[in-house]
């Protein structure tokens, strides 16, 4: 990892006076969650819980310190995917995956921000010492390195380090669906008009072992329903990913480029566990009643509005009954 560029995660640096992205001196702050996004969605009062569901904040409350050069760049980004928002599908689509990754990675790194906060005031009050596993510090550093290409010259050699789908999506008008797993640095948002999910560090290996039924779903406008069901696969894709990205960084008289370094060995997945993932899927279908003997019963294909059990054929949106 490049030593010339501020990482938290080395010393576990989380402070208010330093800017979360560049580590500069700062009494800036700016919002986690885009502002025009809280006041079109109105959610801005609303709460958000921390992992252990101990500890919640209002969404409007969620601020990150930063320096003028992080705020502005941020500003100037959020302008570019309103623009395109405005657009729906089409103009989402439009976009480079990166300005994507560093949209939903302001997000993403600043609930994680958080956690590390909540987790360390926690571990402080019972006279304990905050630390990270090696793994995990790897993990977060490399990420954080690659949310600074919003202020820094880095660019991405080669396969890019993430999985972003964006796709048409049918909601109600004014539904805003979102979701995220800071600590495995995964995102998902819809809304009418469209819908994204993200894997913000999987080196694109979990788009590809969904990839059939990525290619079944083009040129459809999918169900809210389908939606969940894909993000419950990318989550539960990532769940089973027995695989720890590295990558050739390299500092060069034009900047530092961040290449996927390959060893000649596939990524390994871990066994599909059925039952396991009916349970997930039952959290994110609740909102239609549906629980998990309906999704996984024995001597029966699990239940799926993406595919037909049988045909495999993808499942048209227009045919499905739910609410949306």
């Known amino acids: 990892m490049s030593q010339l560029l501020f990482n938290p995660f080395k010393d576990l640096i989380f402070d208010e006076h330093f800017c979360f992205l560049s580590g500069a001196l700062t009494n800036e702050t ?5 502002k025009w996004l809280m006041d079109h969605f109105k959610f801005g009062d609303e709460k958000i819980e921390m992992m252990d569901k101990a500890k919640s904040y209002q969404y409007s409350d969620l601020i990150l310190p930063c320096s003028l050069e992080v705020k502005k760049a941020f500003e100037e980004l959020d302008i570019k995917i309103q623009a395109a928002y405005k657009e729906g ?27 590390m906060l909540y987790e360390r005031d926690r571990l402080l009050k019972k006279g304990e010492e ?9 993990r977060f550093g490399y990420f954080h390195l690659m949310l600074q290409s ?5 660019s991405f050699v080669g396969k890019k380090p993430w999985s972003i789908v964006v796709f048409p999506l049918k909601y109600s008008e004014d539904i805003f669906s979102y979701r995220d797993d800071a600590i495995n640095l995964m995102f998902q948002f819809g809304v ?10 999987d080196n694109g290996v979990i788009a590809e072992k969904q990839k059939d039924i990525l290619g079944k779903m083009k040129e459809y406008v999918l169900h809210p329903v389908q939606f ?6 990318f989550h539960y894709t990532d769940y089973t990913l027995q695989y720890t990205p ?14 996927i370094e390959t060893t000649g060995k596939p990524p390994v997945f871990g066994f599909w566990d059925e039952d396991i993932f009916a349970q997930l899927l039952s959290n994110y279908w609740q909102v239609y009643g549906i629980e998990k003997e309906q999704i996984f019963q024995p001597q029966k294909p699990p239940l799926s509005f993406l595919e037909n059990p049988y045909t495999k054929e993808f499942v048209n949106p227009e045919s499905i009954k739910l609410p949306f």
């Open 150 to 154: 919003i202020i820094e010259p880095i």
């Open 228 to 233: 969940e069901e894909l993000y419950a696969r």
């Open 130 to 138: 905050f630390d990270l596993s090696l793994t995990l510090r790897k």
């Open 246 to 259: 590295e990558y050739k960084i390299e500092t060069q008289d034009h900047g530092i480029t961040i290449e």
């Open 192 to 201: 009418n008009g469209f819908g994204f999910v993200a894997c913000l560090q």
């Open 89 to 115: 599908f089409e103009g989402m689509a439009s976009l480079d995956n990166e300005l994507l990754f560093q949209w939903t990675g302001r997000m993403v790194y600043g609930l994680l921000y958080y956690e």
């Open 30 to 34: 700016m919002s986690i969650f885009p």
